[in-house]
């Protein structure tokens, strides 16, 4: 295993401190136990918005805490939920009285660890919702997921619902939008290789140096299928197939195209894909009014992409094109 | 060869398409001779900057196309250089009467070529000024250059007369400005694994699984020497110290560090390197007052990473703080 870190059992700790150094202005961490929080939080009169998940997956959700986006994330180990603790003390930390949203991806481990999370929440008298992501259209049920997995429309209801929390809108208002990004979004993803988790040592999984693994999960869950390597073009004819099909999202919607590299993929690729699932979306009458390319929800070194469309309309676009201030996504400040 | 492509010889064209069309809102691409320009050049009154060079570093340069940075870049194939018409096609497109300056990495082809392109422009009656950027200690001579390579001072010499440009400076001045980065910029990387250009078909270099390239090029050029694979905080130790040591930075200096990642190196990797660089950093007496982490300098999928220092002062940290909106660095716009 060839990696740039000391110990596989300090990798996240020593990356929150080089994370922590390099964005003091953005954030601040806590350990143990270990969470992530806008250096200016709790930010009052505000809807505070947590999300959280295994370590690996970066800048997923560390990148996105600051203004407009994320109040608080909670990094697992890699590839493992976070425990109840850090949410729970997570919540605590940014919570300014107007309630708090979960975005949980739809993993078995998060959904029990927010839910007990949140329960410990509540049982404190504190105001807590959550909502699951699970916009995964590969496969239904999958390793470590009952029903679909959550995966790019996660960080899109993670600046979307950001914006609408500090725009001032309630807890109810800002947990149904979650719930409408989630119910208008669709993914699938791909992968070209492996990646190996520090503390394994080896590889996920094999796959034979002419073959893809279609549909897989951020994780290396296994996808639809293994097939032979095909062109770029008609691989992304393959992911967007499912993806429109499955809303189906209609001819004259608007739509946000975003094209998400797993890790190990340049960006020359990525565009790529990009130019391919543009034309795709045209094809079938969709308008791609707003777009998001680059590596932000990986898979460790993984090479692959995923792909993700958002229907939007008049309350979801102003609210992803507002301002954010986050150390993986900045505009507009 | 796994690559997310359709064919080789499309590679560059096919990305720029997509590029473009996820970007048109800061640029526009020209074809034969190719090059990327801002969307709203040639802006009046301004130097305009234009660098350039071998596709497959991406983001650089293209990614840096937009106000408060480049005016224009002009990619070549993979690693391949840039041809002098594509600059002087760019130099015209993007010149409002007030000259331009070349900013060109120092591989042989690069400076041949933008040396004859800038002979071009000026007996064309253009004004236009070349600076080179040779920032890597590694090695003094290697594969494709004389003296030393050009590596990670490129871009923060993009952003700092990029904004000097934008505030009205003189060709004169955005120039010495670019000589003087260089002058206080110093770099060195390292590899964990090659690439692979995709008209090659296979890996630059074959790297034992246990052993690194220590500094190495962005183009796989040997560095040093080869090793055994070290812990983290080893390897930043041993790039630290020839940077730190050659300029000489002096204690008390205040610098930019900058963590880059070769390609398909994962963030978290990023952030513990950028952590005990920092500790290295402090223990020299080095005051650090800006950052950036990221993979903004790559070499296609190469695992690796390279450190830059940049001796600040009065005059570079406010050009550095300045807004720039680009496709890859996006601040205070």
């Known amino acids: 295993m060839k990696k740039l870190i000391n110990s596989p059992e300090n990798v996240v700790h020593e990356a929150l401190e080089g994370m922590v150094a390099a964005h003091a202005d953005l954030i601040k961490v806590q350990f143990d136990p270990t969470f992530i929080m806008r250096a200016d939080a ?35 180990a890699v590839f493992t ?64 997921t009952a ?5 790019g429309a996660t960080i899109l209801a993670e600046k ?14 800002v947990r149904d939008l979650c719930q409408k990004v989630n119910a208008q979004g669709r993914s699938m993803g791909m992968a070209l290789t492996s990646c190996t988790v520090p503390h394994v ?18 994780h290396g869950e296994p996808g639809r299928t293994r097939m032979k390597l095909k062109p770029a073009d008609e691989i992304v004819e393959m992911l967007m197939e499912p993806i429109i099909s499955d809303l189906p999202y209609k001819s004259g919607d608007e739509v946000l195209l975003f094209v998400n590299g797993l890790g190990g993929t340049p960006q020359i690729e990525l565009y790529i894909i990009y130019r391919k699932a543009l034309e795709v979306a045209k094809r079938a009458g969709l308008k791609v009014t707003r777009n998001l390319v680059g ?16 229907k939007l309309d008049h309350q979801l676009t102003p609210l992803w094109d507002a301002p954010v201030l986050t150390s993986a996504l900045r505009w507009g400040l």
Chains 1, 2 share one sequence.
């Open 42 to 76: 709790p930010v009052k009169n505000k809807v505070a918005i947590i999300s959280g998940g295994g370590s690996g997956h970066e800048p997923m959700h560390g990148g996105f805490v600051g203004r407009g986006m994320l109040d608080a994330a909670c990094p697992g």
């Open 81 to 144: 939920s976070p425990t109840p603790d850090q949410m729970q003390a997570a919540t605590k930390a940014v919570d300014s009285g107007k309630g708090t949203l979960l975005i949980v991806k739809n993993y078995t481990g998060d959904v029990m660890n927010f839910e007990l999370a949140a329960d410990l929440v509540r049982a404190d008298g504190g105001q807590v919702e959550s909502v699951i992501i699970d916009d995964d259209v590969a496969v239904k049920d999958s390793t470590w």
């Open 147 to 151: 029903g679909r997995r959550g995966v």
């Open 160 to 173: 979307i619902c950001g914006a609408a929390a500090e725009a001032g809108q309630s807890l109810a208002e």
């Open 201 to 218: 040592g080896k590889p996920t999984f094999d796959l034979p140096e002419d073959e893809i693994e279609f549909g897989v999960g951020i």
């Open 295 to 310: 590596s932000y929800i990986t898979s460790l070194e993984m090479a692959g992409t995923s792909i993700t469309l958002l």
